[in-house]
Nanobody
Framework: QVQLVESGGGSVQAGGSLRLSCAAS????????MGWFRQAPGKEREGVAA??????????YYADSVKGRFTISQDNAKSTVYLQMNSLKPEDSAMYYC?????????????????WGQGTQVTVSS
């Protein structure tokens, strides 16, 4: 079993920044990717960013809606991933979830992740 603990959510005005952190209790042979997902009320959970954990400078993946604004990074020694969110927009408001697992076929698909954190709320006001 893998436990994931997110932190760093909060409220910010449009154009501001937040940094989310996700600490994993451990990596396993099935946790090849760490991803960030978000879910707004009434909407499906969508993939935001993912990183390949098997390399120090693992490949990264982003949803089109956040490219150029969000950056995912990792500290493998700490089994921790980060999501730096800049130029935030009101439409970025959602519950953000960290997940471990993933597949090289679609690293941003929520169906490929086995382990999930409890989520952290991000609210962006206009």
């Amino acid at each position: 079993q893998v436990q994931l603990v997110e932190s760093g959510g909060g409220s910010v005005q449009a154009g501001g920044s937040l940094r989310l952190s996700c600490a994993a209790s451990r990596y396993t042979n099935t946790t090849n990717y760490m991803g960030w997902f978000r879910q707004a009320p009434g909407k499906e959970r969508e993939g935001v960013a993912a990183v390949y954990t098997r390399a120090r400078a693992g490949s990264t993946y982003y949803a089109d809606s956040v490219k150029g604004r969000f950056t995912i990074s990792q500290d493998n020694a700490k089994s921790t991933v980060y999501l730096q969110m800049n130029s935030l927009k009101p439409e970025d408001s959602a519950m953000y979830y960290c997940a471990a697992g993933g597949s090289r076929y679609n690293p941003l698909s929520r169906y490929e992740y086995n382990y999930w954190g409890q989520g952290t709320q991000v609210t962006v006001s206009s």
